[in-house]
């Protein structure tokens, strides 16, 4: 039997396993069955992503295509193939051997009405040309030539930003930021809408002022992922903030954190409900035993290489949940392997594009450097 003979059913099943740009359009000019049966697939399709490398297990999922290769790429077919696409990673689009011409791709992206988010890493500022983007993954964030920059909720940069609060203004409707930033200070506009916020500091000079001075310019912030190399920063205990329920905080740096410093930060943060401490060497059992008292809604505590917190805080917190009819799961070096069966829910899958606008899933467990560009609703 030739496999042109094969039930159209038959051919949809094959081409459901086809998750490869290059393999797609190569079967999309096979002939006019095989042009028809593949459209009718790809329509399914919603992000092109340059590549699995990046994910630490592959997804086959129906509605994502990749491009592996580094050879050409025909654009011109893209809108075609895919005019449902939301989500376009065209970080090496433009270094294939036999490059393709940047207006196919300009045009690609202006014409895409369902287009709503693009990664990109190359130099090309290829975003410039997109009317209604409202997550964008840049290596080099230039909001001045955003067209619409008031449809942004997601923004990730890949490297340094330069001056966020100067820039800051161009964002109102930002839910989620994810920035490497050099200290400093924060006197940009505040945030309503900011829901998410993961920052990275960079080369600290004394103490840290602009990291809680931005938290504290996002009232309606829910979730925090923080990661900072200095040992000293400012906390203006006077300004309560309700609203923030996850918190984590890594520490990069040689020295040991100032413990009256996340005395007064933890104190700001009364409905805290899940912290994560890590790489907080010098932190003691005591110190535990402190932070329980201070935060009232504390459910999820997780201490992650801090080698000075031993079974004693375990046993206090435990000792601590039945006097007060509180409910703490703690973890430490010793039980630290019981996280992932006690949450199931939080992924520590390494993934550039994450479904569901959930920082407890998707976000808590990871590492500031493997977090995904993109959260997605699951109303998209």
């Not at 399914?44 to 491009?67: A, H, L, M, T």
């Not at 065209?90 to 294939?96: A, D, L, T, Y």
Request: glycine share 4%.
């Amino acid at each position: 039997m030739l496999i042109n003979e094969l039930p159209d059913d038959c051919l949809h099943a094959v081409f459901d396993y086809l998750n490869d740009l290059d393999d797609l359009i190569n079967c999309y000019k096979v002939c006019i069955k095989w042009n028809q049966l593949i459209a009718e697939r790809t329509k399914k399709n919603q992000r092109i992503n340059e590549s699995q490398i990046f994910s630490d297990y592959p997804d086959y999922s129906s509605d994502c295509v990749y491009y592996q290769k580094k050879d050409f790429i025909d654009v011109t077919c893209l809108s075609k193939l895919f005019p449902n696409l939301m989500i376009a990673d065209v970080s090496n689009i433009f270094h294939c051997k036999s490059n393709s011409k940047i207006e196919d791709i300009v045009s690609f992206v202006r014409n895409h009405e369902s287009l709503k988010g693009i990664i990109n890493a190359s130099k090309e500022r290829i975003e410039k040309y997109c009317d209604k983007l409202e997550m964008l993954s840049s290596g080099r964030i230039e909001p001045s030539i955003l067209r619409n920059h008031c449809s942004l909720k997601q923004l990730h940069t890949l490297n340094y930003y330069q001056d966020f609060k100067r820039d800051a203004h161009y964002f109102p409707n930002l839910e989620r930021l994810h920035i490497y930033i050099k200290g400093g200070y924060y006197a940009g506009p505040v945030l309503e809408k900011l829901k998410i916020l993961e920052l990275c500091l960079l080369y600290p000079h004394g103490v840290c002022y602009v990291t809680f001075q931005l938290m504290d310019s996002c009232p309606n912030l829910q979730s925090a992922h923080i990661f900072t190399p200095t040992n000293r920063f400012f906390v203006d205990e006077t300004l309560k903030h309700k609203c923030l329920q996850d918190l984590v905080m890594s520490y990069g740096g040689p020295s040991c954190l100032d413990w009256n410093d996340l005395t007064r930060l933890f104190m700001k943060y009364p409905n805290l409900k899940h912290l994560s401490l890590r790489n907080v060497r010098y932190i003691k059992d005591e110190h535990i035993e402190q932070l329980v008292q201070i935060l009232p809604n504390l459910v999820l505590f997780d201490i992650y290489d801090c080698p000075a917190v031993t079974q004693r805080a375990a046993d206090y917190v435990e000792d601590y949940c039945k006097r007060y009819g509180r409910l703490i799961k703690f973890y430490f070096e010793g039980n630290y392997h019981e996280i992932g069966t006690d949450w199931p829910q939080l992924s520590t899958k390494r993934e550039k594009i994450s479904r569901g606008f959930d920082f407890m899933k998707n976000c808590f467990l990871k590492d500031f450097h493997h977090l995904p560009c993109f959260l997605i609703p699951e109303d998209y």
